[in-house]
């Protein structure tokens, strides 16, 4: 099996600098990893290393790593990052509309944003270190009712990152048609192995490089 396409090679390190991310796009052509996951106003950068490339996107995150911004600002953040370049999003769910038990807001939110994204995919982060058992339940059935295309674990800046019993918990919970990214937690080539055959189709890391090696 070809892990190295499952990896959403990661760096959203606040101070990362222009020559890490031009790194981390090497890195990805090297190993052909299936995209760089990046801040937005590194887009351009990846863009200029990943100009001839046809087997690595561009991935960007909105509303990070919080969640907590309005709908609005999401929906522009998510215009701006694809005009300028970006192929997938991956967004943050507003948290405390999710256990305040507001899915209306949160599965019209989700909608509004994937409807900025059109035909790109649109991955949902729902912080499951933040959240009950219950309540990630609460968040696969907003993800189901919803036009996302990826349920995703974890920002990797909270309390925890993914762990296999969230991963097994997603996949049962979330439609088949819906699919569930692993991030935040995946420190070993054991881990990366586990969560794939757990149910996990896309892996956020910054360890890609070691994993694959």
Not at 28 to 38: D, N, Q
Not at 74 to 102: C, H, P, R, W, Y
Not at 112 to 128: D, H, N, P, R, W
């Amino acid at each position: 099996m070809k892990y190295n396409r499952y990896i959403d090679h990661t760096l959203l390190k606040p101070d990362a600098s222009t020559k890490q991310i031009e790194n981390l796009c090497k890195e990805a052509l090297k190993y052909k990893f299936f995209s760089v996951c990046v801040n937005p106003c590194m887009i351009p950068t990846c863009k200029k290393v990943l100009k001839n490339s046809k087997d690595v996107k561009i991935c960007t995150v909105i509303g990070f790593p919080l969640g907590q911004m309005t709908t609005e600002a999401k929906v522009f953040e998510t215009k701006d990052a694809i005009k300028k370049g970006a192929k997938e999003i991956d967004m943050v769910l507003n948290i405390s509309q999710l256990k305040a038990k507001n899915f209306k807001y949160v599965v019209n939110e989700i909608n509004k944003i994937k409807q900025a994204c059109g035909k790109l995919t649109l991955k949902v982060i729902i912080e499951t270190c933040l959240l009950t058992d219950e309540q990630k339940i609460d968040a696969c059935k907003c993800i189901n009712k919803s036009k996302a295309d990826f349920i995703k674990t974890s920002t990797g800046f909270s309390t925890a990152g993914a762990n296999a019993h969230d991963v097994e918990l997603l996949r049962k919970y979330t439609n088949k048609n819906k699919k569930v990214k692993a991030a935040g937690g995946v420190r070993t080539y054991d881990d990366l192995v586990r969560f794939v055959k757990l149910g996990a189709d896309r892996i956020g890391t910054s360890r890609g490089v070691d994993l694959i090696k």
